[in-house]
């Protein structure tokens, strides 16, 4: 009768263990350099710099809705979200992320995400982070 009860329990919480888990899914985004030798980045969220020996500048952006499901999020992607920009102003590239501006609201309420970035930049660049949240870990790849 013990083992009866201790397994209904077990089976009783792990539906709140299962919703209780987050929403979370990477974008990767590819820039080529047009010729730049300096990158500016103003991205919001915490900033993992990587360099490596390729031409090409990568972004992995990392999404996590502790409140929304998967469709939320697959659904906030296909509106453009989470799209990057870059553009070359001066001989420097420039790359924002401009519709994270934009409030987004669910039932009232704020939607709460959670990002996070890991780009891989060519070694021979320089980058500058405009975002005073950014946490820089640089690594050679």
């Known amino acids: 009768m013990t083992k009866q009860i201790a397994v209904l329990a077990l089976l009783l919480t792990l539906p709140g263990i299962v ?10 985004k590819p820039f080529n350099t047009d010729g730049a030798s300096r990158i500016k980045f ?63 609201r669910v039932k009232g309420e704020k939607l709460k995400e959670n990002l996070s970035y890991v780009i891989f930049v060519p070694k021979d660049m320089d980058v500058i982070l405009l975002n005073s949240a950014a946490l820089a870990d640089i690594q050679n790849k």
């Open 42 to 104: 103003d991205l919001p969220g915490p900033i993992d710099l990587k360099i490596w020996h390729q031409a090409t500048i990568r972004v992995e952006i990392s999404v996590d809705l502790p409140s929304g499901n998967i469709s939320m999020l697959d659904q906030l992607s296909k509106v453009g979200r989470y799209d990057l920009k870059a553009e070359n102003v001066d001989g420097e590239l420039v790359v924002t992320s401009p519709n994270m501006h934009r409030v987004v």
């Open 19 to 28: 919703s209780a888990q987050n929403t979370g899914k990477t974008f990767t």
